[in-house]
């Protein structure tokens, strides 16, 4: 079946660090791939996805691009801010799982001043 | 537009009790998802429908767990003589459809509490 493996974390940095959390996954087929994000007290929120080989997702300077031959996902963000504390969702959807999300466990990121 | 919500926002019960919890999808919204967040398991996915049926019902963890939709809106999920490892945050979410491309839109969750 489908399954995600994700940097558990947490993760601690600065403001204006550089951000990488590491994310690959098992699916047959051909997932589509999505970072979640869960501010504080919030909902979980989509950040960005990538529904094929070599495409590249991006939102609120947040990158992630699909890379099949190394089944990863890997999420950046070149400057971080305080603003970005929040726990990172990786999850894939399709291959034998076509309705349903599969997450990873989740990154807890906090970014001091 | 409203999101998705879900009531109650918290429920505590004793174990043993029986729970319903709600979720109201965004409107025209034709697929609906149950998830569950613990500790222990993460985010977990339970049961999704398309309209008032549910092809994947693969994620219920025991015959104590059911769920229902009316009238391709609302759902409800029930849990039966609740149990302490039944505790978690229940999170609903729609998307227009099953396909790839669509979005899924959560909403804010119960946390359920089994003492």
């Known amino acids: 079946g489908n399954s995600v493996t994700q940097m558990e974390g947490p993760v601690t940095l600065s403001e204006e660090a550089f951000l990488t959390i590491n994310c690959t996954y098992t699916a047959t087929g051909y997932p589509s791939l999505f970072w979640y994000v869960q501010y504080p007290g919030e909902g979980l929120q989509l950040l960005l996805k990538a529904t094929k080989a070599d495409d590249k997702g991006s939102n609120k300077g947040f990158e992630a691009t699909y890379r099949k031959e190394t089944t990863s996902f890997h999420l950046e963000k070149g400057s971080v801010q305080v603003s970005d504390s929040a726990v990172y969702f990786c999850a894939l959807r399709g291959g034998t799982s076509y309705g349903k999300l599969t997450f990873g466990q989740g990154t807890i990121l906090t970014v001091h001043p | 537009g409203a999101g998705v919500s879900q009531s109650p926002s918290n429920k505590v019960t004793e174990k043993g009790k029986d729970v319903e919890l709600r979720c109201d999808p965004i409107s025209g919204h034709t697929a609906l998802y149950w998830y569950r967040q613990s500790l222990g398991q993460g985010l977990e996915f339970l049961i999704y429908f398309q309209g008032n049926s549910a092809p994947d019902k693969s994620g219920l963890p025991s015959d104590r767990f059911s769920a229902e939709r009316t009238g391709g809106s609302v759902s409800t999920l029930t849990i039966q003589r609740t149990q302490q490892e039944d505790s978690a945050v229940y999170l609903c979410?729609?998307?227009?459809?099953?396909?790839?491309?669509?979005?899924?839109?959560f909403g804010p969750g119960t946390r359920l509490t089994v003492t």
């Open positions: 979410a729609s998307s227009l459809g099953t396909g790839f491309s669509y979005e899924q839109y």
